[in-house]
């Protein structure tokens, strides 16, 4: 188990020490897009290499427990209809 957490912490860290796409020039897929695509989905993969950054929001799902929590959030969102042009009308870095 510790060396779950322990491989969880040193991708976040490789993730989060990936510079930004506002910072340089942004290259679509390689290491980086495949750690994306493995901790958050393909769906934070594919907007990852379209240049959007990751939301505080996906963050958290690789947080044990608290993505308990943000899942619930999520699926409140969805429950109520909130369109991917309001969630981009909210946080454009991130939609």
């Known amino acids: 188990m510790k060396k779950l957490i322990l491989a969880t912490l040193a991708a976040a860290a490789l993730v ?4 930004s ?3 340089a020039a942004h290259q679509p897929g390689g290491c980086v897009g ?3 695509g493995c901790c958050f989905g393909i ?6 290499n379209e240049g959007k950054d990751i939301s505080i929001r996906e963050w958290l799902r690789i947080v044990p427990f608290v993505s308990f929590v943000v899942g619930i959030m999520d ?6 209809g909130k369109t991917r042009t309001e969630l981009h009308d909210a946080q454009p870095t991130y939609f």
């Open 43 to 48: 769906r934070a993969a594919g907007d990852y």
């Open 16 to 19: 989060m020490a990936a510079p």
């Open 21 to 23: 796409s506002a910072v």
């Open 75 to 80: 699926a409140l969102d969805g429950y109520n």
């Open 34 to 36: 495949g750690i994306v």
